[in-house]
């Protein structure tokens, strides 16, 4: 495990940054690319560790596929097209490949094993394989299937009506992608809306799919065509960007080519709601996926409460958030997020954890955590668990503390951002 002495002590950020291209956007343009007849080409791609597990995934399941930097392009031979893997599927760290892809292995007419990292082994299943299994997949794998590896009998699926105990993109998206291979109609209702990529690509890709508030409904049998796809830049990695222009005196940092779906952009309602000078100006554009670009200043910050429908918006950008919080005046409540306990880490105890290392005051809660600001902090030697979220979190506290800090497995945040620590320091 390497360590890496972060940047303190940071004066200001001033400058211009183009973020990489956004993560569930990329994996999702692959999947879609490979299931879908013809040729898709993907710009913007973000060739991150996670992306490229899912590329890896389908050149096992033998689909040609050309990728050079952030260019991306897929022969596509329809979803019947997939080959039966010579071996297992790795998704390395990416819980996005894993979830999803068990929702097009589900209806193949083949058997597959696919597994991923020791974080992935500890990552629940359940809330996939349960959904599908009523379909008619049939799942086996560690206590029951809840945990990889896990085999996947092809199976014929057969549409059915879901709904969501919990709103989570991922397993409303593998239902999808079984739903499309399922005989009859597949609906999914979800108790709050949760990220929209899936049902945004369908329709790019040429596919029906129809919403009714928080109901989804896909008819099976759908074939896709290829098609052309621009990646805009990912707002969970513009948001350690936010956070830090706002939270270092003497900052303004412009960031271009931000995706703004409504469905992604939590952050910046709390930015405001804590009294953050930020500008946007979005695109014009008729891409189902808006963008823009987006200026942050330092700014007085007070204390706010994030729950209920806005959680979903925001869920990968709790990390730093929790950061952001620490240097607003007052007290800041983060609830209804039980969901950050099965992501990379348990996201609520080791940001908590990793946060008072450096002496913020901050507590977990049984689905949330409170932060007390406003908080000077100071330095110490921590850890990114192999959470590329937390890892560039620290990286931004850094940058406030007044003694060093050195970071344990700061190689993790290549997972959604290789170039970070060279963007982060160009500004200082």
Excluded: W
């Excluded at 800041?332 to 290392?357: G, H, M, P, Q, Y």
């Amino acid at each position: 495990m390497s360590e890496k002495k972060l940047m303190i002590n940071s004066k200001s950020l001033n400058g211009e940054i183009t973020v990489p291209g956004d993560k569930s956007i990329s994996h999702r343009a692959v999947m879609f690319g490979a299931i879908s007849k013809g040729v898709t080409k993907i710009e913007n791609f973000l060739p991150g560790a996670d992306c490229l597990s899912t590329i890896a995934c389908f050149r096992s399941l033998g689909i040609d596929i050309e990728q050079e930097g952030s260019r991306v392009e897929i022969s596509g031979r329809g979803i019947a097209g997939l080959q039966k893997p010579a071996g297992i599927l790795d998704v390395g760290n990416s819980g996005t490949t894993i979830r999803l892809m068990i929702g097009i292995l589900a209806g193949m007419p083949f058997e597959s094993t696919i597994q991923g990292d020791d974080s992935i082994a500890k990552r629940p299943m359940t809330r996939v394989t349960a959904p599908l299994s009523k379909m008619g997949a049939q799942i086996s794998g560690r206590n029951g299937g809840e945990y990889t590896p896990l085999t996947i009998k092809g199976a014929k699926l057969r549409g059915i009506t879901y709904e969501l105990p919990l709103a989570s993109a991922q397993v409303k998206s593998a239902i999808l992608l079984a739903g499309l291979q399922a005989e009859g109609r597949t609906t999914v209702i979800e108790p709050v809306k949760s990220r929209n990529h899936t049902e945004q690509m369908i329709r790019q890709f040429g596919g029906m799919i129809k919403q009714d508030g928080n109901s989804i409904v896909i008819e099976g049998g759908q074939e896709l065509a290829g098609t052309n796809i621009s990646v805009p830049g990912d707002i969970s990695s513009a948001a350690f960007f936010l956070v830090a222009g706002a939270i270092i005196p003497g900052s303004e940092i412009l960031l271009r080519n931000v995706g703004l779906n409504p469905t992604r952009t939590g952050i910046l309602d709390v930015l405001k709601a804590m009294g953050a000078n930020i500008a946007v100006e979005p695109y014009d554009s008729d891409s189902s996926e808006p963008a823009g670009d987006i200026r942050v200043s330092h700014s007085k910050l007070r204390g706010t409460v994030i729950e209920g429908e806005l959680v979903p918006r925001l869920i990968d950008e709790i990390p730093v958030i929790a950061l952001l919080a620490a240097q607003a005046e007052g007290k800041t409540v983060i609830k209804d997020a039980a969901e950050l306990k099965v992501k990379e880490t348990n996201r609520i105890d080791t940001v908590v954890n990793e946060l008072k290392k450096l002496g913020a005051r901050i507590e977990a809660t049984s689905d949330g955590m409170v932060i007390h600001g406003k908080t000077t902090l100071t330095g110490g030697r921590v850890s990114a668990h192999g959470d590329h979220r937390i890892g560039m979190m620290l990286s931004v506290a850094a940058l406030l503390c007044s003694e060093d800090v050195y970071l344990q497995d700061s190689e993790s945040v290549a997972v959604s951002y290789p170039r970070f620590f060279e963007d982060l320091y160009s500004l200082a």
